[in-house]
Nanobody, 121 residues
Framework: QVQLVESGGGAVQPGGSLRLSCTAS????????MTWYRQAPGKERELVAT????????NYADSVKGRFTISRDNDKNTMYLQMNSLEPEDTAVYYC??????????????WGQGTQVTVSS
């Protein structure tokens, strides 16, 4: 079955950095685009960034452009999100999911447990 395990979250001060990882199993990882999402307290889940199946193309939400970088390693079935210049508004639980490229629709009806990112002074 499809399993998604997000890790790497934590508590950082504004301006700090974190690197999130998403390890996937139960499907052919290299066949799918992958997307990071986040959900802040009291808000709906939102798309953060998408990477194509081979990693050659990426898309970002306007709120994270220039600060976050999405990447993947298909040999390790793992996707990453390098987050720099973090802001309090980035505080959320971060999730990953396999998607189509455009639009980035989820292809499996599962979510991982997510990883908490807290940005606060």
């Amino acid at each position: 079955q499809v399993q998604l395990v997000e890790s790497g979250g934590g508590a950082v001060q504004p301006g700090g950095s974190l690197r999130l990882s998403c390890t996937a199993s139960g499907f052919t990882f290299s066949r799918y685009s992958m997307t990071w999402y986040r959900q802040a307290p009291g808000k709906e889940r939102e798309l953060v960034a998408t990477i194509s199946n081979r990693g050659s193309s990426t898309n970002y939400a306007d709120s994270v452009k220039g600060r976050f970088t999405i990447s993947r390693d298909n040999d390790k079935n793992t996707m990453y999100l390098q987050m720099n210049s973090l802001e309090p508004e980035d505080t959320a639980v971060y999730y990953c999911n396999p998607t189509t490229w455009s639009p980035p629709n989820r292809v499996f009806g599962v979510w991982g447990q997510g990883t908490q990112v807290t940005v606060s002074s």
